[in-house]
Nanobody, 123 residues
Framework: VQLQASGGGLVQTGGSLRLSCAAS????????MGWFRQAPGKEREFVAG????????RYADSVKGRFTISRDNARNTVYLQMNTLKPEDTAVYYC?????????????????WGQGTQVTVSS
């Protein structure tokens, strides 16, 4: 499956963005999906994940209460709604698919990755 992330951009502190991850070449209903991010000079880190049916979600502590992950299997798309953005949220955001559909894994062992979309939060 190929993944295409979009929706990044430049936003002020406290603003919102919604990222989308569109899949092609396969159906995302077979996969758990995750969002990760990587800031300059830092390792890629888990942000949020959702199982195939959407009834299991996990968030990094740093984004709980501000970010919401969701999925629309019919549209083959996963979303990340990001509210109350902070400068420390600045990073390249990646979506990923995991072939273990019913578990939300927080490590970077996902099987398929998108190309990333830049999110920059200005102070």
């Amino acid at each position: 499956v190929q993944l295409q992330a979009s929706g990044g951009g430049l936003v002020q502190t406290g603003g919102s963005l919604r990222l989308s991850c569109a899949a092609s070449g396969g159906t995302i209903s077979r996969y758990a999906m995750g969002w990760f991010r990587q800031a300059p000079g830092k390792e890629r880190e888990f942000v949020a994940g959702i199982n195939w049916s959407g009834d299991r979600v996990r968030y990094a502590d740093s984004v709980k209460g501000r970010f919401t992950i969701s999925r629309d299997n019919a549209r083959n798309t996963v979303y990340l709604q990001m509210n109350t953005l902070k400068p420390e949220d600045t990073a390249v955001y990646y979506c990923a698919a995991d072939q273990l559909p019913n578990w939300v894994v927080t490590s970077t062992t996902y099987d398929f990755w998108g190309q990333g979309t830049q999110v920059t939060v200005s102070s």
